[in-house]
């Protein structure tokens, strides 16, 4: 039986974003080896969009499905607030039909989404 979900982020700096993610978000973590660090996520979900693109990675010589990751929470401006109280600086927000959106800039130049949804979360749910 499926008892979890395992998120992949690819980075130019790895050993950066692995610090920003311990130290800046507070993340807990296993190192499975050399320094390799698994970080813990709060729960999630996984919503199913419409692509035209094949967005796709290869990976284990399949290709699979590409996936963004966005973090959410409850309060977006006390989020933002609190990351640049850490001299985190987030992109502007956005306001859609669906919540509030920003990026959160990782040492390497990757962004990771955060948002706080307006619709219904399936968090908790099973």
């Not at 980075?11 to 978000?25: G, I, M, Q």
């Not at 850490?86 to 990757?110: D, F, H, N, Q, Y």
Request: aromatic residues 8%; hydrophobic residues 45%; charged residues 20%.
């Amino acid at each position: 039986m499926i008892t979890g979900a395992h998120f992949l982020l690819y980075s130019r700096d790895p050993e950066a974003d692995r610090a920003f993610l311990r130290d800046v978000l507070g993340f807990g973590s296993v190192d499975a080896g050399g320094g390799w660090l698994i970080f813990a996520l709060p729960p999630a979900e996984l919503a199913v969009h419409p692509d035209q693109t094949n967005f796709v990675h290869p990976h284990a010589e399949r290709p699979v499905m590409g996936a963004i990751l966005y973090l959410m929470c409850d309060d977006l401006a006390a989020a933002i607030k609190s990351l640049e109280a850490r001299k985190v600086r987030c992109s502007g927000v956005m306001e859609a039909e669906w919540g509030a959106k920003t990026t959160i800039p990782l040492p390497s130049g990757g962004e990771l989404g955060l948002y706080q949804p307006k619709h219904q979360t399936a968090i908790g749910r099973k």
